[in-house]
T-cell receptor, first 113, second 114 residues
Framework: GNSVTQMEGPVTLSEEAFLTINCTYT??????LFWYVQYPGEGLQLLLK?????DKGSNKGFEATYRKETTSFHLEKGSVQVSDSAVYFC????????????FGAGTRLFVKA | DTAVSQTPKYLVTQMGNDKSIKCEQN?????MYWYKQDSKKFLKIMFS???????INETVPNRFSPKSPDKAHLNLHINSLELGDSAVYFC?????????????FGNGTRLTVT
């Protein structure tokens, strides 16, 4: 079945460092891909999305490009802030089994001042 | 102006009890979901409703019964609670069933079964 694999955390960075969180997916079709962010005590919020190959999603300095050839959707940010500390989830969604969104295991990011 | 709201935020109860979690969305979305997040943050879909009709029912014990009285509400009732039911339960909604439709989450209900 469809699945999402993302790098294990926690990832600890200093402020202004470059961030990459790796995400790969397996799918029978061509899903849409998403990154969500979860701050402590809150629900997940959509960070960005891409709906077809070579699309780049971006928001708040974060970017991810839909790479069909490597089935990847890695999240990047050029300069992280302490306020970016959260858990990041990669996800896919397609018509398999009724349009359910399948999430990766989440990657916790800690940013130190 | 809360978009997806769940009540209660915390629920502590004993094994064997029956409890309910309520969810309401004011976004006008057609589709609503229940997800379970375990202690390692792993999220698994439980149910999905579209316009009050059940469309996704994952392998969930039949002690869990969702109910959607209208498309803005999706409640979750749990019978005979077990220790393993302890988790954070998230309600979510999406504008439609399509592949591009992102989810809008509530802030979760932390259920602790003792």
């Amino acid at each position: 079945g469809n699945s999402v694999t993302q790098m294990e955390g926690p990832v600890t960075l200093s402020e202004e460092a470059f961030l990459t969180i790796n995400c790969t997916y397996t799918a029978t079709g061509y899903p849409s891909l998403f990154w969500y962010v979860q701050y402590p005590g809150e629900g997940l919020q959509l960070l960005l999305k891409a709906t077809k190959a070579d699309d780049k999603g971006s928001n708040k300095g974060f970017e991810a490009t839909y790479r069909k050839e490597t089935t990847s959707f890695h999240l990047e940010k050029g300069s992280v802030q302490v306020s970016d500390s959260a858990v990041y989830f990669c996800a896919q969604r397609d018509g398999t089994g009724g349009f359910k969104t399948i999430f990766g295991a989440g990657t916790r990011l800690f940013v130190k001042a | 102006d809360t978009a997806v709201s769940q009540t209660p935020k915390y629920l502590v109860t004993q094994m064997g009890n029956d409890k309910s979690i309520k969810c309401e969305q004011n976004l006008g979305h057609d589709t609503m979901y229940w997800y379970k997040q375990d202690s390692k943050k792993f999220l698994k879909i439980m149910f999905s409703y579209n316009n009050k009709e059940l469309i996704i029912n994952e392998t969930v014990p039949n002690r869990f019964s969702p109910k959607s009285p209208d498309k803005a509400h999706l409640n979750l009732h749990i019978n005979s609670l077990e220790l393993g039911d302890s988790a954070v339960y998230f309600c979510a909604s999406s504008p439609e069933q399509g592949p591009n439709s992102p989810l809008h989450f509530g802030n979760g209900t932390r259920l602790t079964v003792t």
